[in-house]
């Protein structure tokens, strides 16, 4: 293309100087012999700052999404309306690229941020919100990949045991009890029968995974349906010792069922998670159903348990796309702490023509103090819409 640019800055200019001959002859005859190189060389200069997919060996995509919305919150004692940045799965942008070495080996990196506002719907008025918002690096690695023996993936990811007490063919971001963490666990403060402010509501639902660390993570070619992975991750602060992970995954087809489901296990900093799931779905309907389970054991011989079971339909019932109606419970229980109870629902309509979702959300979380006894109940309604780009 920019040959092309080149070429067509010449013909231009040749046509400029057939047009000017006439009456300028003797300008033109002082331009001397290196007329284009002074041009050549400022396209050149443009050349070098302008953006590219890539290069003639390593593709570049840039793809992501934006995902805001309103969301309400009641607390058992104050209640608020706030536009929110849906943390659930939060606005963000990447950088991906590939290229071939040869007919089996690949090698490629991901560069990933993830944007919050101070309006992200993680806090409520409860809260202390900074000023500005944050962007935050989700994922900063690179790999090199073989048809015959796997992928290694080596850079800030996700561990192999990210995710795995989820696994779900149909459900959307709103299925999970996990979700309902995400969206009001960061800050909001549960409240005891008294009405005063209490423990965060994140300590008292059980997280039996490890998100995103530094890492070298090795993923096996699928053999009859079956993968696995294993990795050792880097200390990154204090809360992130040194670890070990590794899981067993499975996707397949049986006849007019889809069927994926994965095992894990990891040890960080003495503090073992056991965690799995399974979901199956039927084609035809778009009827889906998923479990999952997982377990904490974590120091002063104190454990963590907890289980869930989502279930819903995704069909075609408009022009515009696909839509979902789900439902989701789970039960925590928090060793030495006390336990919770979780339920919610969605729905969900996709809008093909626009790469986009429209969404609404509602989350109940029922919690009890070994101390204090049982806590205020935390609502939560969220509506908003999701474009891909």
Same mark, same amino acid.
């Not at 290069?55 to 969301?71: C, D, F, K, P, T």
């Not at 696994?167 to 909001?188: E, I, K, N, P, Y």
């Not at 880097?234 to 590794?246: Q, S």
């Given at each position: 293309?920019?040959?092309?640019?080149?070429?067509?800055?010449?013909?231009?200019?040749?046509?400029?100087?057939?047009?000017?001959?006439?009456?300028?002859?003797?300008?033109?005859?002082?331009?001397?012999?290196?007329? =284009?190189?002074?041009?050549?060389?400022?396209?050149?200069?443009?050349?070098?700052?302008?953006?590219?997919?890539?290069?003639?060996?390593?593709?570049?995509?840039?793809?992501?999404?934006?995902?805001?919305?309103?969301?309400?919150?009641?607390?058992?004692?104050?209640?608020?309306?706030?536009?929110?940045?849906?943390?659930?799965?939060?606005?963000?942008?990447?950088?991906?690229?590939?290229?071939?070495?040869?007919?089996?080996?690949?090698?490629?990196?991901?560069?990933?941020?993830?944007?919050?506002?101070?309006?992200?719907?993680?806090?409520?008025?409860?809260?202390?919100?900074?000023?500005?918002?944050?962007?935050?690096?989700?994922?900063?690695?690179?790999?090199?990949?073989?048809?015959?023996?796997?992928?290694?993936?080596?850079?800030?990811?996700?561990?192999?045991?990210?995710?795995?007490?989820?696994? =779900?063919?149909? =459900?959307?971001?709103?299925?999970?009890?996990?979700?309902?963490?995400?969206?009001?666990?960061?800050?909001?403060?549960?409240?005891?029968?008294?009405?005063?402010?209490?423990?965060?509501?994140?300590?008292?639902?059980?997280?039996?995974?490890?998100?995103?660390?530094?890492?070298?993570?090795?993923?096996?070619?699928?053999?009859?349906?079956?993968?696995?992975?294993?990795?050792?991750?880097?200390?990154?602060?204090?809360?992130?010792?040194?670890?070990?992970?590794?899981?067993?995954?499975?996707?397949?087809?049986?006849?007019?069922?889809?069927?994926?489901?994965?095992?894990?296990?990891?040890?960080?900093?003495?503090?073992?998670?056991?965690?799995?799931?399974?979901?199956?779905?039927?084609?035809?309907?778009?009827?889906?159903?998923?479990?999952?389970?997982?377990?904490?054991?974590?120091?002063?011989?104190?454990?963590?348990?907890?289980?869930?079971?989502?279930?819903?339909?995704?069909?075609?019932?408009?022009?515009?796309?696909?839509?979902?109606?789900?439902?989701?419970?789970?039960?925590?229980?928090?060793?030495?702490?006390?336990?919770?109870?979780?339920?919610?629902?969605?729905?969900?309509?996709?809008?093909?023509?626009?790469?986009?979702?429209?969404?609404?959300?509602?989350?109940?979380?029922?919690?009890?103090?070994?101390?204090?006894?049982?806590?205020?109940?935390?609502?939560?309604?969220?509506?908003?819409?999701?474009?891909?780009?």
């Amino acid at each position: 293309m920019m040959g092309g640019l080149k070429l067509s800055s010449r013909v231009a200019m040749l046509a400029a100087a057939g047009v000017l001959s006439s009456g300028m002859a003797a300008k033109a005859a002082d331009l001397g012999g290196n007329c =284009c190189a002074d041009l050549e060389e400022r396209v050149a200069e443009l050349e070098a700052t302008t953006a590219r997919k890539g290069n003639r060996r390593v593709s570049l995509a840039i793809s992501g999404h934006v995902n805001e919305g309103v969301m309400y919150f009641h607390d058992g004692v104050d209640s608020d309306v706030r536009q929110v940045t849906n943390a659930q799965s939060q606005t963000r942008f990447r950088f991906q690229g590939n290229a071939t070495i040869n007919s089996d080996w690949s090698a490629g990196y991901l560069l990933e941020f993830g944007m919050a506002t101070p309006g992200a719907s993680s806090t409520q008025s409860l809260a202390t919100e900074a000023e500005g918002g944050t962007v935050t690096i989700r994922h900063q690695v690179l790999f090199i990949s073989s048809k015959r023996w796997g992928t290694l993936h080596v850079g800030h990811t996700s561990t192999p045991s990210d995710g795995i007490s989820e696994m =779900c063919l149909g =459900c959307t971001t709103g299925d999970s009890s996990a979700q309902a963490v995400s969206l009001v666990g960061g800050g909001v403060l549960v409240r005891n029968a008294a009405g005063g402010s209490g423990t965060a509501l994140s300590n008292y639902i059980v997280d039996p995974e490890q998100g995103r660390q530094s890492q070298v993570r090795y993923t096996s070619p699928t053999i009859a349906g079956f993968s696995v992975q294993a990795a050792w991750t880097d200390e990154e602060a204090a809360l992130d010792p040194d670890g070990i992970h590794a899981t067993l995954r499975y996707a397949g087809e049986w006849g007019a069922y889809r069927v994926a489901g994965v095992i894990g296990w990891s040890d960080q900093s003495d503090v073992e998670r056991v965690a799995g799931s399974l979901s199956v779905s039927h084609t035809p309907t778009g009827l889906y159903v998923s479990a999952g389970a997982g377990s904490v054991e974590r120091v002063l011989n104190l454990d963590d348990d907890m289980w869930r079971i989502s279930a819903g339909i995704n069909r075609r019932i408009n022009s515009l796309g696909s839509t979902h109606f789900g439902f989701y419970y789970s039960h925590s229980d928090v060793g030495g702490l006390g336990d919770s109870d979780t339920w919610g629902g969605s729905i969900q309509q996709n809008i093909d023509a626009a790469a986009a979702e429209i969404y609404l959300q509602y989350h109940n979380v029922q919690a009890t103090d070994i101390t204090a006894g049982k806590l205020q109940d935390v609502d939560v309604v969220l509506g908003g819409m999701r474009i891909m780009f």
